[in-house]
């Protein structure tokens, strides 16, 4: 095989964005209930898993890293998402609390990018987030030691199915300490709409002192 077959050419996957446009007279002073507004036309286009976002966060030696996620809520304030406290993602927080949140909606040919700064909600709401999930998830939020070695996937089987058969415990689950939600509590957001010809709309509020302002930025 030469080195050209070993490549992959993908120059020719190209899709024009051509469905909307994004305007400072179509945006809201707030950009989270802009961010709500593009929620929730998200989710009424029907797109599979709207709520999905990668995370981005930075580890001691300065290092990125991204995974995807699920945002639980959207609140005046930020960004809320839940996790083990003590997962990789976890321990970047805890040592770096700016990171990075992007939501890509295809569907849409939209990207809102998002920067801010990620605290710990309360335990009573984590608590109260914790309680309302399926006990499936539950059982498996507690046996799974998120990021760690583990020697097999039986072992992790075997966890789960020890703790769901123990039926007589299942009324006292509680949340662990190790798991519970963040919020990400935005200075930053980008409102990205495709647009054809790669002359994409890009709208940014930037908090400031004074509030947030807002600037076209080119694409
Ligand atoms: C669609 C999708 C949704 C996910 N949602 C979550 C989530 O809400 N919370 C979570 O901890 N991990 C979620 N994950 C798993 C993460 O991507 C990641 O694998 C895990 O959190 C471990 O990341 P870390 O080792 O960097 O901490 C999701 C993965 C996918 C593909």
Same mark, same amino acid.
């Given at each position: ?9 993908l ?8 469905? /909307? ?24 286009a ?14 001691a ?36 609390p ?10 849409l ?59 007589? /415990? ?29 002359? /994409? ?19």
């Amino acid at each position: 095989m030469s080195n050209r077959e070993k490549k992959m050419n993908l120059s020719s996957i190209r899709v024009e964005y051509d469905l /909307h446009e994004l305007n400072e007279d179509m945006l809201e002073k707030d950009p989270m209930v802009q961010a709500q507004k593009w929620m929730k036309e998200a989710i009424e286009a029907g797109i599979q898993e709207p709520t999905a976002f990668t995370l981005s966060t930075v580890n001691a030696l300065g290092r990125p890293s991204s995974r995807v996620m699920l945002v639980k809520d959207i609140t005046d304030e930020g960004f809320c998402f839940f996790t083990n406290y003590e997962s990789n993602k976890g321990i970047d927080i805890a040592g770096n609390p700016y990171v990075s949140i992007n939501f890509f909606w295809i569907e849409l040919q939209r990207q809102l990018r998002v920067q801010g700064v990620a605290e710990k909600i309360s335990e009573a709401e984590s608590d109260e987030y914790f309680n309302s999930r399926p006990l499936g998830s539950r059982i498996g939020a507690i046996v799974s030691k998120q990021s760690r070695e583990i020697p097999d996937r039986k072992s992790l089987d075997a966890a789960y199915e020890s703790m769901m058969k123990d039926t007589a /415990h299942h009324e006292h689950i509680k949340r662990p300490s190790y798991w519970g939600g963040y919020l990400v509590k935005p200075y930053y957001m980008e409102f990205w709409q495709g647009r054809p010809n790669r002359l /994409h709309d890009r709208l940014v509020y930037e908090k400031q002192p004074q509030g947030w302002v807002i600037k076209r930025l080119s694409p």
